[in-house]
């Protein structure tokens, strides 16, 4: 009687599984090509931060690279998210012998207090060729009152760093901010890469601070996510979602996952694309706005890497019914 019980559990427990994955909701992604930010011979582009809409104009920071030259980040904006004009560099590499002195990239945009915050990494010169110690990538800010510059990089940089515990998730690689509001406090979700393992062995934590500049203090729980190569991180409803790409285990890779306290993320989405966004950065409208309203995001831009040349190009996001699924 007692074995009968125990596999009749187990029979629930897993149709309660199979029932839970049949429940999850279903996202398409698609791809156009954009102005301004395509293909370039010679030339990389990458890693574009979040969109932030001022006025009639779409702004983004993302890395550029030439031949044989260091990352800076660079910026560009758009009437229509589809037709860019590239402006500038705004983030260059340190000063020789700084902590960023190597380049400053994956940038991440905050908006408060009247000001722009953006969130960059950066990582010593020569990191290629001196191992893992010198290789490690940590968080910084610079500070503007205008979308458009200058910025000042923050006298108490880098604001963020790996971890001094090597068992820690964080104690190789700490980078890629994407940063919102929330409760009144900043909250700043990375990717975090333990020492030695390899970048597909990357996970995704989080800090919060009272102040844009921090401290930020890391989540006792952390990794929120075991999974996700990028951090691409939005409010919703009363949570928080993030879009997780190709890497990471099977059941959180290729999905949004939602979490309503921002710490405890479950998977609401599968792609039914095979090629999910990459390295995205999307447009959040109410990233900043702490009101409870935000949605699924709509669209942004992503990393392309073809024949040797990386560029950006636009993704659209839809939920869509099983049986119009492609």
Request: with cysteine.
């Amino acid at each position: 009687m007692n074995a009968f019980v125990v596999i009749i559990s187990m029979l629930f427990l897993g149709m309660g599984s199979s029932f839970s994955q049949s429940n999850l909701k279903l996202v398409t992604s698609s791809y156009s090509p954009i102005e301004g930010l395509d293909a370039e011979a010679g030339i990389k582009r990458g890693d574009p931060s979040d969109i932030i809409k001022v006025g009639s104009l779409y702004y983004v920071w993302y890395w550029k690279v030439g031949i044989n030259v260091r990352w800076a980040t660079w910026y560009a904006t758009s009437p229509d998210g589809f037709t860019w004009t590239e402006k500038a560099e705004v983030l260059p590499p340190g000063k020789e012998g700084s902590w960023d002195d190597e380049g400053c990239f994956t940038p991440g945009i905050l908006i408060a207090n009247n000001k722009y915050y953006l969130f960059y990494s950066g990582v010593n010169n020569p990191y290629r060729t001196k191992g893992l110690e010198k290789s490690k990538t940590r968080i910084g800010i610079a500070i503007s009152d205008s979308p458009d510059g200058p910025w000042t990089k923050f006298s108490g940089n880098p604001i963020m760093v790996p971890s001094t515990d090597i068992t820690e998730f964080d104690s190789h690689r700490i980078d890629d901010a994407s940063i919102i509001v929330r409760d009144g406090k900043f909250w700043l979700y990375y990717k975090g890469r333990q020492w030695g393992k390899s970048p597909r062995e990357t996970k995704m934590g989080v800090a919060i601070a009272n102040k844009p500049e921090g401290p930020y203090v890391k989540y006792k729980n952390n990794p929120v996510v075991k999974g996700g190569h990028e951090v691409l991180v939005w409010p919703q409803g009363k949570g928080v979602a993030t879009m997780i790409g190709k890497e990471g285990p099977e059941n959180v890779r290729k999905s949004i996952m939602y979490a309503e306290d921002g710490f405890n993320f479950k998977k609401t989405h599968n792609f039914t694309n095979k090629n999910v966004p990459l390295a995205p950065g999307g447009y959040r409208p109410e990233a900043f706005t702490d009101n409870g309203k935000g949605k699924l995001i709509e669209w942004g831009l992503q990393r392309v890497m073809k024949k040797g040349i990386e560029y950006l190009e636009r993704f659209d996001l839809k939920e869509v019914s099983d049986k119009s699924k492609k």
